[in-house]
């Protein structure tokens, strides 16, 4: 016999989130789920071919690699992480280019629970928030109080956001109700923390997948929504970035909530970036150009964007020693 869920205020949001996606009809969750059009795989990735080749002025593009720092979530997430190297993260996430004020600060450091602690204290005074992963990352195969305990301490060691995994098993076998309490379970113990949750795009096998899986999220009460944990490939890719974008649009459309996009893994270059801010631009446009709605998941871009404005600052490229290691 079904557990009835105890009734929380993101349990009546997300109650009140599926039922305006459903257009006002209240209804089983797979049936609103299932109420979506098939995603025009040919159409997405004509659209992403030709917004690649937009080109930008100078102005412009220096405008979007800072915004593209302003935006970054510098992520270290190795068994052979130490507080030393979370220093030298948070150091480098406070100070892009030390002597340069001009660079700004990324938007928060990505890491594993257990560093938080030395996280927010080497980022004390600073704008730079602390997200954490959870839920038994990157699997997500544990047990749900598992999962549940680990967001709790997350947040009470000081985590002001935290990236979840959906239970992948549990949605490829179509049990979408076990997602959806899942996550509207972690939004509840994540209380005043920001939730992005990670779909693992490369597990879920079609678009059609991707656009269900961020509606799920999204109804069930995702902060953000998230390509992936960059544990396995493919990671982040512009065509999936852009049917996640289209359901953030759609959501809104029906919702009226806004939510927030992460693309994360593979995201190497500053024209990689460049490439995600034009087509994040031309789907969601002005409203979603900032960090409070879209952030890039990445270890190795920040340093290639560096190098990148100094390009277009002086014309030649800085040795890569030039800049500090990520």
């Known amino acids: 016999m079904a557990v ?5 205020i993101s349990r009546e949001r997300a109650s009140e989130l599926v039922k305006a996606w459903a257009g006002g009809r209240p209804g089983p969750l797979g049936s609103v789920l299932g109420r979506q ?3 025009d795989q040919v159409g997405v990735e004509l659209r992403v071919e030709t917004l690649k080749r937009r080109s930008i ?5 220096l405008w979007a690699l800072d915004l593209a720092i302003r935006m970054m979530d510098l992520t270290t997430l190795e068994g052979r992480d130490t507080p030393g190297k979370i220093r030298a993260l948070c150091a480098k996430a406070m100070h892009p280019q030390p002597g340069d004020p001009s660079i700004p600060s990324v938007a928060a450091v990505c890491l594993y629970p257990a560093l938080i602690p030395e996280a927010k204290d080497a980022l004390r005074g600073s704008g730079v928030k602390v997200a954490s992963v959870a839920t038994g990352f990157p699997s ?3 047990f749900r109080p ?12 000081g985590a002001d956001e935290i990236d979840m995994v959906i239970d992948r098993g549990a949605f490829l076998a179509g049990d979408y109700a076990t997602v959806f309490d899942e996550i509207v379970e972690i939004k509840d113990a994540s209380g005043d923390a920001h939730l992005k949750v990670i779909l693992e ?5 079609t678009f059609d997948a991707v656009r269900r899986a961020s509606i799920l999220a999204m109804a069930a009460g995702a902060d953000f929504i998230k390509t992936s944990t960059g544990k396995i490939q493919p990671a982040a890719t512009l065509p999936v970035t852009l049917v996640m974008l289209e359901a953030i649009r759609d959501f809104e459309k029906a919702t009226g909530r806004a939510v927030g996009m992460k693309p994360a893994g593979g995201i190497r270059t500053a024209k990689d970036a460049v490439q995600y801010l034009v087509v994040l631009y031309e789907t969601l446009g002005p409203r979603w150009m900032t960090p409070e709605r879209f952030r890039f ?3 190795t871009l920040l340093n290639d964007v560096l190098m990148q404005i100094e390009k277009e600052r002086t014309g030649r490229y800085q040795d890569p020693d ?3 290691i990520d």
């Not at 598992?146 to 060691?157: L, N, P």
């Not at 795009?201 to 096998?205: A, Q």
């Open 4 to 8: 009835r869920q105890p009734e929380t």
């Open 37 to 39: 059009t098939a995603v």
């Open 57 to 61: 002025k100078k102005a412009s593009k």
């Open 140 to 142: 997500g195969q544990t």
């Open 146 to 157: 598992i999962k549940v305990a680990e967001v709790k301490e997350s947040v009470a060691a």
């Open 201 to 205: 795009t490369g597990e879920l096998g």
């Open 297 to 299: 998941g990445a270890s």
């Open 322 to 324: 030039h800049f500090t």
